[in-house]
T-cell receptor, first 116, second 111 residues
C-alpha cells in the first residue's frame, strides 16, 4: 500500500506570493491533517479534514486554508506569504480520525517551503 | 491535552537497550499515550501507543506506570537507524488527530 504522498517536495517562493501544497492520503484513509514544523516552534497542528469538511483547526491566521476532495486528497493554501511561513509542511492521514484514540497517524515526508 | 515532559537529548550505545522516559502527570483517564519518532528530513513515524497496560510491538515496548503519570519507551536493541527525535504525546479522544507535539527527546545511537 502506498504511503502518504506530498507534492512538491521542495518549493521556493517570494514574500507576498501564494502557494498550494498537495497531499494524497493512504488509500482508504478519510482523515487528512496538516502540520507545520519550524525550528523555533516545532510541530504545530494546522487543520484536519474529513469527508471534505474541516472539523478541527489550530491557531493559525486565515492566510492558511485547506480543502479536501471527494477522493480524500487534500490541498492547503497559504496566501500572502511571509518570511516566517518558511517551514516543513507535513500531511498525515488516518482512517477516521475522530472519536477514537486507537488510530495511528501516517505522515508524509513533507513539503519544504522557503520564502525569500 | 495533557502536557508531557521529556529529556531534551540522550545517547545510547548501539546494540544496547534505549529507555526513553516521559512524564505526563496531568493525564486524565481517557487519554492515551502515543510515541512517534522523526528521523531527519522525514515525517514522524508512529511507534506505539497505550492506555494503561504495557504494550509491545515489533519496534518497541511501552511501560506505563500504575498511576499513569509517566511512561517509558524501550527500544530493546538500538541500531544506528534509531537515531531520531522521539515524541511522547498524550491524546484525548475528543481531540481526534489534533496532536500536540512537545520538544521530544533527541536520541543519538553511537557505534
Amino acid at each position: 500500500k502506498a504511503g502518504v504522498t506530498q507534492t512538491p517536495r521542495y518549493l521556493i517562493k517570494t514574500r507576498g506570493q501564494q502557494v498550494t501544497l498537495s497531499c494524497s492520503p493512504i488509500s482508504g484513509h478519510r482523515s487528512v491533517s496538516w502540520y507545520q514544523q519550524t525550528p523555533g516552534q516545532g510541530l504545530q497542528f494546522l487543520f484536519e479534514y474529513f469527508s471534505e469538511t474541516q472539523r478541527n483547526k489550530g491557531n493559525f491566521p486565515g492566510r492558511f486554508s485547506g480543502r479536501q476532495f471527494s477522493n480524500s486528497r487534500s490541498e492547503m493554501n497559504v496566501s500572502t506569504l511571509e518570511l516566517g511561513d518558511s517551514a516543513l509542511y507535513l500531511c498525515a492521514s488516518s482512517l477516521v480520525g475522530r472519536g477514537t484514540t486507537n488510530e495511528k497517524l501516517f505522515f508524509g515526508s513533507g513539503t519544504q517551503l522557503s520564502v525569500l | 491535552d495533557a502536557k508531557t515532559t521529556q529529556p531534551p537529548s540522550m545517547d545510547c550505545a548501539e546494540g544496547r537497550a534505549a529507555n526513553l522516559p516521559c512524564n505526563h502527570s496531568t493525564i486524565s483517564g481517557n487519554e492515551y499515550v502515543y510515541w512517534y519518532r522523526q528521523i531527519h528530513s522525514q515525517g514522524p513515524q508512529y511507534i506505539i501507543h497505550g492506555l494503561k497496560n504495557n504494550e509491545t510491538n515489533e519496534m518497541a515496548s511501552l511501560i506505563i506506570t500504575e498511576d499513569r503519570k509517566s511512561s517509558t519507551l524501550i527500544l530493546p536493541h538500538a541500531t544506528l537507524r534509531d537515531t531520531a527525535v522521539y515524541y511522547c504525546i498524550v491524546v484525548q479522544k475528543a481531540a481526534g488527530n489534533k496532536l500536540t507535539f512537545g520538544g521530544g527527546t533527541r536520541v543519538l545511537v553511537k557505534p
